[in-house]
């Protein structure tokens, strides 16, 4: 059950007194999801400053010939989508829990005229808007910029969690097969830049990878 507690706990909410964390409780809502269940739907009109309490949240297109193309995951207390809902325009994606999760939902016009006075708050909001920014020079590298080798060296240095991940949603994210992440993987293992410890990898040789992609 969502609570001043739950509130208190995510940074862009922890300097706020009890009044005010009662205020934003007010205006808010916790939504919970099973694994699969979509967030919201691309051309939807965004209405609420969604937050991820639990799971993994992943944005994502379908191409023309039906093939989903995943545009990031986000974690938890992490905001989705918020440029769309501070436009006011409708969703450029769609986005589905990964994971069995939760959001947490704040009516946006109301926390507007409450809380954007507040320095602390809006300071932080830019920050995840320009993370955003980040992210998605990211992304034009790793799908238009470079090639699939390339791709594969810049996203396994810069995501510790890349090479835990499945193959088949490591290469989904990167927009490559799983036979070519494979192929490219045990260049890399004979190669010696990275090594296979039972079913993920560890890197050896991060220069050798960076030169890739630099």
């Given at each position: 059950?969502?609570?001043?507690e739950i509130l208190k706990s995510i940074g862009i ?32 009109k965004a209405k609420y400053l969604t937050l991820v ?88 590298a790793l799908t238009v910029v470079l090639d699939s ?66």
């Open positions: 059950m969502l609570s001043t909410f922890e300097h706020l007194n009890e009044r005010e964390l009662k205020l934003l409780l007010s205006i808010s809502r916790q939504r919970k999801f099973e694994e699969g269940e979509v967030l919201f739907y691309e051309k939807e309490l639990d799971g993994i949240v992943k944005i994502y297109k379908v191409d023309p010939k039906n093939n989903e193309i995943i545009l990031h995951r986000f974690v938890p207390k992490h905001f989705v989508a918020e440029m769309a809902v501070f436009e006011g325009m409708p969703y450029p994606a769609s986005a589905a829990f990964e994971t069995d999760g939760s959001v947490l939902e704040i009516d946006f016009d109301k926390f507007k005229e409450y809380f954007f006075s507040d320095p602390e708050i809006t300071l932080e909001l830019f920050k995840s808007l320009t993370q955003k920014i980040k992210h998605l020079d990211n992304v034009i080798t390339a791709r594969v060296a810049k996203y396994i240095c810069e995501n510790d969690e890349a090479l835990n991940m499945k193959h088949n949603k490591l290469a989904q994210y990167l927009h490559i097969t799983p036979e070519t992440l494979s192929r490219i993987f045990k260049k890399f293992s004979k190669l010696g830049f990275i090594e296979k410890n039972k079913s993920t990898y560890k890197i050896l040789d991060k220069k050798s990878l960076e030169i890739l992609f630099e």
